[in-house]
């Protein structure tokens, strides 16, 4: 069987400095913050180019936590791209805001900069754009049309660690961008993580007050804040991961370039990366017809497959009826259509290979 994704391969290739790092930590007696967290927010800030990393307890808590510090709450509308993972959307919740969605892209289910515009309202605090895929939204116009606008732009950069717009990295292209090191992300915990970067040192003092109960001392809480704090353990851990994260992004494009080639010729949509993109490649989204036969064909003949995502946030229980009378069908046919095919830093060629044979004979299947 050819896993859609072996998180545990990390380990394998770095198993003796992930053991020192953690029996470092355990060693020190410091388990809150502290020097392993702090190295870990330095090294971060400076290879996605942004002047400060705050860490935090995940990537849901990196998106609240820059809304609450910007003072988005109640009555204010965020606008969201109408498909992404839940998260984006739940965050602008959790802040007491509203999602406002609008429709992406069918070159990579991004939001569309001219979409943008006609969904601002005077209660618009924020546009949350999601480098979703490991595709970098198109910044520069959403950034133009945000300046105009005076709205903050936080870039739910989860997926996309190390990916490259225009040349330089994502991180602080908008006013912050939110980090998720969900285990199965490019740069990967062994648990939770998250992290905000940002070119703004008043807002990541801010966040840094917010995630450790609004703290500047002991005794001290001047704001209401949260504990949201980044584990010293996965901060240790990804700090032996991080120099690794160049060489698994260019295996994932190895991959990525392989299968757009591959699958060129088949009754399928594949991404389409922009030419001012550097993508990092988190998932590898196709389209097609019957999706769902399609899987079960794969998974018969021993490829795993993954779905993101089947389901709109809209259509979700958690927001049954959001998107009012607006319908998004873009958005709609990358929910009903997409496919994610096996890729990762771990991922043999060979095992690509067979993928795209495996997707070629299932698709051939289904056409006689
Ligand atoms: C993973 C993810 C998040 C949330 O990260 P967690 O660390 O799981 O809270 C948010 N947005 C997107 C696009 C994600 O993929």
């Known amino acids: 069987m050819i896993s859609f994704l072996d998180v545990k391969a990390a380990y394998d290739e770095l ?3 992930i053991d020192r790092a953690i029996a470092r930590v355990c060693a020190s007696g410091r388990y809150i913050l502290g020097p392993e967290v ?29 809304l609450r510090a910007l003072g ?25 805001a509203t999602p406002v969605p609008v429709e992406v892209d069918t070159d990579g289910a991004l939001i569309s900069p001219e979409a943008i515009e006609a969904a601002i309202t005077p209660r618009t605090k924020a546009v949350m754009p999601v480098h979703l895929f490991g595709h970098p939204a198109d910044l520069d116009p959403i950034c133009d049309i945000a300046g105009r ?8 950069a989860a997926q996309a660690h190390g990916a490259r717009y225009k040349g330089k990295r994502i991180g602080a292209r908008g006013t912050a ?48 804040g949260v504990n949201s704090r980044l584990d010293p353990i996965q901060a240790a851990i990804m700090a032996e991961k991080l120099p690794r994260l160049e060489a698994w992004n260019s295996h994932r494009r190895r991959i990525a370039a392989f299968y757009l080639e591959a699958l060129a010729d088949l009754p399928v949509d594949l991404p389409k990366p922009a030419d ?3 993508p990092v490649w988190h998932l590898f989204a196709i389209r097609c017809a019957r999706r769902d036969r399609l899987a079960e064909r794969l998974r018969r003949t021993g490829v795993a497959t993954g779905c993101h995502y089947p ?6 229980g958690a927001y049954a009826g959001a998107a009012g009378a607006a319908s998004f069908p873009i958005a709609e046919d990358w929910a009903a259509r997409c496919l994610s095919l ?13 993928v795209a044979d495996a997707v070629r004979s299932a698709l051939q299947e289904a056409g006689s």
């Not at 702090?38 to 820059?66: K, M, P």
């Not at 509308?77 to 984006?88: G, L, M, N, S």
């Not at 285990?183 to 008043?202: E, F, I, R, S």
Request: contains cysteine; glycine residues 10%.
């Open 15 to 17: 198993r003796p400095e």
């Open 38 to 66: 702090e190295r870990f927010e330095d090294a971060f800030a400076s290879h996605v180019e942004a002047a400060h990393c705050v860490g935090v307890g995940n990537g849901l808590d990196a998106l609240v936590l820059i």
């Open 72 to 96: 988005i709450g109640p009555g204010d509308e965020v606008i969201v791209p109408a498909q992404t993972f839940v998260a984006t959307w739940l965050a602008v919740s959790w802040a007491g």
């Open 149 to 156: 606008h005076a709205i903050a732009v936080i870039e739910d």
């Open 177 to 224: 961008a939110a980090w998720s090191f969900y285990p199965a992300k490019n740069l990967g915990a062994m648990g939770d993580g998250g992290a905000v970067t940002t070119d703004d040192a008043a807002l990541a003092e801010r966040i840094r007050l917010l995630r450790n109960y609004g703290s500047a001392g002991k005794h001290v809480h001047q704001i209401a």
């Open 276 to 278: 001012w993109a550097e």
């Open 311 to 316: 389901v709109v946030p809209y259509r979700q």
């Open 342 to 354: 096996p890729i990762g830093p771990h991922l043999e060629l060979a095992d690509a290979e067979r």
